[in-house]
């Protein structure tokens, strides 16, 4: 199987000559995302998302199951993410690499354990059933800070979920069809982002959302997560050249401005697209009166 092309010395080299004259090679600013595109699939939770050249899908599915026996009244989340030879030849279907390891971790720190997700609202009778959650991460290609572009994707595809309507009647869970009642929306209790920071040139240069080759040429990573009332919910320095710890406050201050920026272009896509299946339902069911 062919494997990614390692970056060249004369490659580096630019790079980072380039970054110590505050250039970067698509012409952004150090503090500066590529364009982001988000779309809807038919599905409520089906999401794909394009930060530049990175392209990721993301699922939401639910169902009834059983909860953990020592959280009664908890429902249950996960977060799934396999990186497959698909969005990049350096990987390998079915094996999981350092990438794949650190990604997850972010994932399930920044979302899952800040309970980002209300898994009390997902119990439906305790101790005996409730909504489990998952969201399926696919990566259709790579270039880059594959962190945050599945972060942004996860939370979204969560705040657009609808799942369906569950009564508990005579002891027994009843759950309705989305034709038979409208579905519901999951209980967001916060929407945390993650922002990474790669450093170069012995931290003198600090860029955001870093493309495949910026990456390879980077001395450290930072990884702030952090939601729009600037709660600081995970912070993680992998590997690499240290950082001042200034640098670090200095960071989270740009972190919290660009979590803002995102939330809102969230927030905006998001509800254009409700508003445009809500229009359809509409239509939908008028056409259906005249029919009758």
Partial sequence: MSKEASLSVAEREFILEAL??????????????????????????????????????????????????????????????????????????????????????????????SNALDTESLCILKGVSCWSIRADVHVLNYDGNLTDAACIAVMTGLQHFRRPDAVVRDGQVVVYGVEERVPVALNITHKPLSITFNAFNEGRNIVIDATRKEEQASEGELVIGINNGGEVCFTSKFSGAPLDGMEVVTQTRVALDKVKELNAQIEKVMQADLAKRAKKGMAEESRAENDR
């Fill in 20 to 113: 110590n004259q505050d250039v970067r090679l698509d012409g952004r600013g150090l503090d500066q995302f590529r364009p982001l595109k988000i779309s809807f699939g038919d599905e409520y939770g089906h999401v794909k998302l394009e930060l530049g050249k990175t392209s990721i899908v993301v699922r939401i599915s639910s169902e009834v199951t059983k909860p953990r026996d020592d959280r009664p009244f908890d429902g249950l989340f996960n977060i799934n993410l396999e990186l497959s030879a698909m969005g990049s030849p350096a990987w390998e279907n079915g094996r999981s690499n350092d990438l794949e390891a650190s990604v997850t971790h972010v994932l399930d720190s920044v979302i899952r354990r």
